[in-house]
């Protein structure tokens, strides 16, 4: 993903394709036509460094459309997950979809002989016929795309980059949704999760409460050393991390569905070698019950790449968090995981598709992303695509809004994340959650976190390190308002989150992962939060509402979720402490080397504010009882 801003707003990746340009007169099949937005955005604001050199090496994908376009499947994708239309609810199965929108063997063979009239090499084609993969030399892809390619210093890169939007012959534009490959900048997304466990493994310091509330913080570990009061107030100590039986006790009060029949599938990079033993070992020990056989499946790419670049550890961290929070809130479920090749995008796109062309969940949970202006105008078509495909299935997508709240500290713009702001997926923010001793909610308010350390000599609350993490939202940049935020989102743009879920670390979620410490490597439990449990927990949540639909999907969940705002607790942070108190080891494992203090103040969220209403927070709030009988009765 470029990190740099693109300038020119989208209605959506339709636009992408719905704009061809009308071929002057004459030979129509042989007229160039402009695939749209395919000039990289960042190109003014690179160096540039003259051209790329003929004989340079080109690996790029052309993405095919479609049949009939990505603006009809965007319509229909609409219409089938919208109560009130005629279509709600009609649903189609992967061979249905692939009947009525399926790629043609005729147009990939019309763009394959494109391609190699133009002296490129076919090196494949993509699984459910998505895209056409091509090598050559520049000279080669300058001839077959009617395009100038240079080479520029981007964002710490140097890469080769089109000049211009790419041209295809009239004959095979309808067929092309998009090129990838040509701009050779790495796109790549990261986890959401504000605590990663490191390499040498990661523990909760102590003291820390069961529930909230359950101690406060008077006195340091030594029950001697007394703390001082933060602004006035004795704050209690943060939970050790909320187990599964509390978080259902929370959110999922007076119900006794549990997900079965329904099948949440979570996309992640890579694929941790002991998530199944974990997995089990957690739920075993900590109320969740054990996974039956097969109800927990692994379906990875080939083989794994790019392991430098994406850190395969920290992935690790979030598949065991994404894995464990679905399963704790839908204990009958079953999951599928799937495993991308890389954190690329081509590799996530590629999974994302498999989820769809496989059809075998009905939700599909993401906890990974990237500020929008690291976005290119072809991932976005191919991502929508896929989207689209899946409402049209009956397949709901949610995604992490993303953890560095306005992402004004990271990149000087104040932006939301993608894929979360796509109109085409639900994003889920985040809330600071308190779960008392019985398991009711005794507040909740926005995940927003400035930090407060204790002084060197103990004696008061200093210095302020101000915002640490929050959750992602605002105004998309990408993406006009869809129309069923008309009514209830100021402005004249798409804007996130949609729904809110606990994600602040200091109100957490108990994982349990093998990792390596000190002493060697063995399991270990610990608390762990960030938008990347706020996904799972939404989607494990909406699962036990498909289990009783009998395993029957609900497609897009916008249109639903903003025509019934009274199925979400409004999060305004009425009666919420101020903060928590937390203890943490210096070197992340024991206290061999001391400990640390800090405060962490709720709902301090960068520029983003809770209130009432819908706010860029938490959304509409977090799901009550209404979205489980709202969800089970839909269609």
Request: aromatic share 8%; with cysteine; hydrophobic share 40%.
């Amino acid at each position: 993903m470029h990190k740099h801003p693109i300038a020119a707003t989208l209605l959506s990746a339709a636009a992408l394709v719905a704009g061809v340009l009308t071929a002057p007169a004459a030979n129509a099949s042989v007229v160039p036509k402009a695939v749209p937005d395919t000039k990289p955005a960042w190109l003014a604001r690179a160096t540039h460094l003259g051209h790329a050199g003929s004989a340079a090496k080109v690996d790029a994908r052309v993405y095919l459309a479609p049949r009939g376009g990505l603006a009809a499947l965007q319509r229909q994708a609409l219409a089938v997950s919208t109560p009130g239309d005629a279509r709600y609810g009609h649903f189609l199965t992967a061979a249905q979809y692939q009947a009525t929108y399926g790629v043609t063997d005729a147009a990939v063979n019309a763009v394959e002989n494109w391609l190699r009239s133009a002296g490129l090499t076919v090196t494949g084609v993509g699984a459910g016929r998505s895209y056409v993969r091509v090598r050559g030399t520049v000279r080669q892809a300058e001839q077959a795309f009617d395009v100038t390619i240079d080479r520029y210093r981007h964002d710490g890169q140097t890469v080769q980059a089109p000049t211009s939007a790419v041209r295809v012959p009239g004959r095979v534009a309808s067929s092309v949704l998009t090129v990838t490959g040509l701009d050779s900048s790495v796109s790549v997304a990261k986890p959401a999760s504000t605590v990663e466990p490191p390499p040498p493994g990661f523990r909760n310091a102590r003291p820390c409460s069961v529930f909230y509330g359950q101690l406060e913080a008077r006195f340091q570990a030594d029950f001697k050393t007394r703390l001082p009061a933060f602004k006035g107030q004795r704050l209690p100590y943060a939970v050790c991390g909320y187990t599964g039986p509390q978080l259902r006790a929370a959110y999922e009060p007076g119900t006794d569905l549990d997900g079965t029949g329904a099948t949440v599938a979570i996309v992640d990079a890579y694929d941790a070698p002991t998530i199944v033993g974990d997995a089990q070992r957690y739920a075993v020990e900590n109320g969740d019950g054990g996974y039956a056989k097969n109800q927990l499946r692994l379906i990875d790419a080939a083989r794994f790449t790019h392991q430098n670049l994406c850190v395969p550890t920290g992935w690790a961290g979030e598949q065991t968090l994404d894995i464990e929070a679905v399963h704790a809130m839908a204990p009958g479920a079953d999951i599928r995981y799937y495993g991308a090749a890389s954190c690329e995008d081509v590799d996530l796109i590629d999974t994302l598709a498999k989820v769809v062309d496989q059809d075998k969940a009905q939700i599909v949970t993401n906890s990974w992303g990237e500020p929008e202006e690291g976005e290119t105008t072809g991932s976005i078509a191919k991502f929508e695509q896929v989207f689209a495909q899946g409402a049209v299935e009956g397949i709901s997508f949610t995604f992490s809004s993303g953890d560095s709240g306005d992402e004004l500290a990271n990149t000087g713009i104040r932006q939301a994340d993608y894929p979360t702001s796509d109109p085409f997926v639900t994003s889920v923010g985040g809330t600071s959650l308190a779960v008392g001793a019985d398991g009711s909610r005794l507040f909740e308010t926005g995940w927003g976190t400035d930090e407060v350390l204790l002084s060197a000599n103990g004696k008061r609350w200093a210095p302020d390190e101000g915002f640490t993490s929050g959750a992602g939202g605002g105004v998309s940049h990408l993406f006009d308002k869809p129309a069923y935020q008309n009514g209830t989102v100021p402005g004249a743009h798409r804007q996130v989150p949609d729904v809110g879920m606990d994600a602040d670390p200091t109100t957490g979620f108990l994982v349990g992962e093998t990792q390596t410490f000190p002493e060697g490597v063995s399991f270990d439990t610990f608390r762990l939060g960030g938008t990347s449990l706020a996904s799972p927990l939404f989607a494990g949540m909406t699962a036990l509402a498909i289990g009783a639909r009998g395993g029957t999907g609900l497609g897009l969940l916008n249109p639903t979720i903003y025509a019934n705002p009274s199925a979400f607790d409004d999060v305004t942070g009425a009666g919420a402490d101020i903060g928590n108190v937390r203890v943490d080891f210096d070197n992340g494992v024991d206290a061999s080397k001391g400990v640390f203090y800090s405060v962490r103040q709720f709902d301090m969220d960068s520029s983003l504010t809770t209130g009432p209403g819908w706010d860029d927070v938490t959304g509409l709030g977090s799901p009550n009882d209404g979205w489980l009988d709202l969800a089970r009765s839909a269609g």
